[in-house]
């Protein structure tokens, strides 16, 4: 895969992108997806919490993005000031980490439909902290930290809904993420 060259439909999920990118479209221009995205919210890979009137106005704040197969979606370090995250929606993306020890990337999963990418920097602005590459042609709905602010004030009980179930999402990786350094300290200590 090259990493290096990132396409040109490969941007944040915007309402204005910069002069000279593509543009994305709403989410819900394509029923199929929509449906699709309301349905994948609703799963344990994503935020179960949410209700299926909830999922749809969260829908209704996407934008369509689609990565070709090799597209770099989300860049480790990367702290852009527009955050956002990616619902997929269809395809295979593999999420990497910078390896110290080796000029190539870690793969630490493979993702595929319902599952979220890039939650913490939507929430917290800060730089990503895995890179995610398509495997495959990827669709995805995306959410903008602009999108998100926009659903805090028309639909602010929704948007609580969505952020307690993001944080619901994060917490349960912390604590796996736990699990796993302590079974690897014992496993160090043998």
């Known amino acids: 895969m090259d990493h290096a060259a ?3 439909s490969n941007h944040p999920p915007s309402e204005s992108p910069a002069a000279g990118s593509p543009r994305t479209r709403a989410l819900t221009e394509v029923p199929a997806l929509t449906e699709a995205a309301i349905e994948l919210l609703r799963t344990p890979n994503s ?3 949410l209700s299926a009137d909830d999922a749809l106005v969260v829908v209704t704040h ?4 689609t990565f070709p197969a090799g597209a770099l979606m989300l860049r480790e370090g990367d702290q852009s000031p527009n955050s956002y995250m990616l619902l997929v929606l269809t395809g295979d993306v593999s999420v990497e980490m910078n390896d110290p020890a080796s ?4 793969e630490v999963s493979v993702l595929g439909p319902g599952s979220l990418i890039g ?5 917290d602005g800060q730089a990503r902290s895995v890179s995610c590459v398509a495997t495959s042609t990827v669709q995805a709905g995306g959410l903008s930290r602009k999108a998100l602010e926009r659903l805090i004030d028309v639909h602010p009980k929704v948007a609580a809904r969505l952020m307690v179930a993001i944080a619901k999402r994060l917490s349960d990786r912390l604590r796996a993420a736990g699990e796993q350094l302590a079974m690897m300290s014992q496993i160090g200590k043998a």
């Open 47 to 49: 935020l179960a919490m």
């Open 62 to 65: 996407m934008r369509l993005v």
């Open 6 to 8: 990132t396409p040109p």
């Open 119 to 123: 939650e913490m920097a939507l929430l």
């Open 103 to 106: 000029t190539h990337p870690m």
